[in-house]
Nanobody
Framework: QVQLVESGGGSVQTGGSLRLSCVHLGPTDSRYCTGWWRQAPGKDRDWVASIAHNSRRTHYADPVKERFTISRDNNEKTVYLQMDSLEPEDTAMYYC???????????????WGQGTQVTVSS
């Protein structure tokens, strides 16, 4: 059974950077891609970015393109989300998830992490 553990959240000012980490505990599946979602208070959980198991495909939601970079280290079973030029609108709980990846790049989620909070102040 896949378990995901996120870390790296925190509080930064506008324009700052954070790097989130998502560690896969247990076996990984090469059919799966891994992605990040975020949820602000009172809002839906939105997909942010995802990456294929072999890193050959990455996908980003429009609001984070050119600012966020997703990557992975399969030796460490870890997926990263580098977030630059952060804005107050990026404030949310960030969740990691994994699942079979269709052509859209948004995983059909089978497992979620517990989340890590990101707060961006103006």
């Amino acid at each position: 059974q896949v378990q995901l553990v996120e870390s790296g959240g925190g509080s930064v000012q506008t324009g700052g950077s954070l790097r989130l980490s998502c560690v896969h505990l247990g076996p990984t599946d090469s059919r799966y891609c891994t992605g990040w979602w975020r949820q602000a208070p009172g809002k839906d959980r939105d997909w942010v970015a995802s990456i294929a198991h072999n890193s050959r495909r990455t996908h980003y939601a429009d609001p984070v393109k050119e600012r966020f970079t997703i990557s992975r280290d399969n030796n460490e079973k870890t997926v990263y989300l580098q977030m630059d030029s952060l804005e107050p609108e990026d404030t949310a709980m960030y969740y990691c998830a994994t699942g079979v990846c269709p052509l859209s790049g948004v995983p059909d989620v089978v497992a979620w992490g517990q989340g890590t909070q990101v707060t961006v102040s103006s």
